[in-house]
């Protein structure tokens, strides 16, 4: 996980996939993927350290603010 802005703009590289996910302070997320125009993802906390968006999960210390 690379934080490119705290809690607005980050990104997961999953093998050779870029992930690229924006927040616009009200609660939305977007997700661009590399093909295709950004879509909106549902955030979601799984088990107690598992957070994901539209079943792209991260697991471990996750900085959000």
Known sequence: MEVVQMGSHWT??????????????RGAVTLHSGAGPWRMVTSRWEKQSDLCWDGICARGAIPLD
Do not use: A, I, P, S
């Open 12 to 25: 997961l590289v999953v093998g050779e996939q870029r992930l690229e996910f924006r927040h616009d302070g």
